[in-house]
Nanobody, 127 residues
Framework: QVHLVESGGGLVQAGGSLRVSCAAS????????MGWFRQAPGKEREFVAA??????????YYADSVKGRFTISSDNARNTVYLQMNSLKPEDTAIYYC??????????????????WGQGTQVTVSS
C-alpha cells in the first residue's frame, strides 16, 4: 500500500506564495499521474492541478481558477510532486490533497476517483 504524505501547508498573507509537497512512502513507487485537489469549508472537493508522464513527455493541467498562479512539478523519480502557489488569494484557503495513479486516466483526471490520496495539508490565506 502506497501512502502519500503532504507537507508545506501553512498561513500566508494574500498575494504571498507557498509551496506544498507530496511524497509517496514507497520510494520505488513510480506513478503515471499525480495531482492536487482542495476542499474549502462547506464546499466540495475540487480539482486544482495534475501532471502526467507518458511516452510523449510530461504534461500539466490546471483548473481555470489557478491557471497562471499555480505550478505543478515533480522530481525525476515521479514519486514526489510539488505545487508552487503564487499570488495567493483568500479563496485559495482549503485543505490541499494530493493524488497518485498508476495509469493516466484523462476522462477521470479532474474527478475524485484516484488510486491513492494523501491526508491533506491546510493552506490558509489571510486578507
Amino acid at each position: 500500500q502506497v501512502h502519500l504524505v503532504e507537507s508545506g501547508g501553512g498561513l500566508v498573507q494574500a498575494g504571498g506564495s507557498l509551496r506544498v509537497s507530496c511524497a509517496a512512502s514507497e520510494r520505488t513507487f513510480s506513478s503515471r499521474m499525480m495531482g492536487w485537489f482542495r476542499q474549502a469549508p462547506g464546499k466540495e472537493r475540487e480539482f486544482v492541478a495534475a501532471i502526467t508522464w507518458s511516452w510523449d513527455g510530461t504534461r500539466t493541467y490546471y483548473a481555470d481558477s489557478v491557471k497562471g498562479r499555480f505550478t505543478i512539478s515533480s522530481d525525476n523519480a515521479r514519486n514526489t510532486v510539488y505545487l508552487q502557489m503564487n499570488s495567493l488569494k483568500p479563496e485559495d484557503t482549503a485543505i490541499y490533497y494530493c493524488t497518485a495513479d498508476r495509469a493516466i486516466r484523462q476522462a477521470t483526471m479532474r474527478g475524485l476517483e484516484h488510486d491513492y490520496w494523501g491526508q491533506g495539508t491546510q493552506v490558509t490565506v489571510s486578507s
